[in-house]
């Protein structure tokens, strides 16, 4: 599937870090949400994460923010996203 850089997809293949998850296949990659927004979320983000032995989120087997549904997904998240900024702004 070819797609052109646009609001919902963007691919960097001169990146250094591309791609930055092992996936078998790099054709459809999409670099958009380089820092996934849902990482706030915790364990309630949807991905495949883990956390490692000191209690931080580890995402390195997660392809979700790259995937062909992942630009969706991840706006259907942001009402959850907005609560949080929400109840970090009342808190001060």
Do not use: Q, R, W
Request: proline share 4%; with cysteine; net charge positive.
């Amino acid at each position: 599937m070819k797609m052109k850089n646009n609001s919902s997809y963007f691919k960097n293949n001169d990146c250094e870090y591309f791609p930055c998850h092992k996936v078998e296949d790099d054709e459809y990659f999409n670099c958009l949400f380089c820092y996934c927004p849902l990482y706030t979320l915790g364990d309630k983000c949807g991905g495949n994460f883990t956390y490692n032995e000191k209690g931080i989120k580890d995402c390195a087997n997660c392809t979700l923010p790259h995937s062909k549904k992942g630009y969706d997904y991840i706006i259907k998240k942001f009402p959850e996203l907005s609560a949080i900024a929400k109840k970090n702004k009342s808190d001060k």
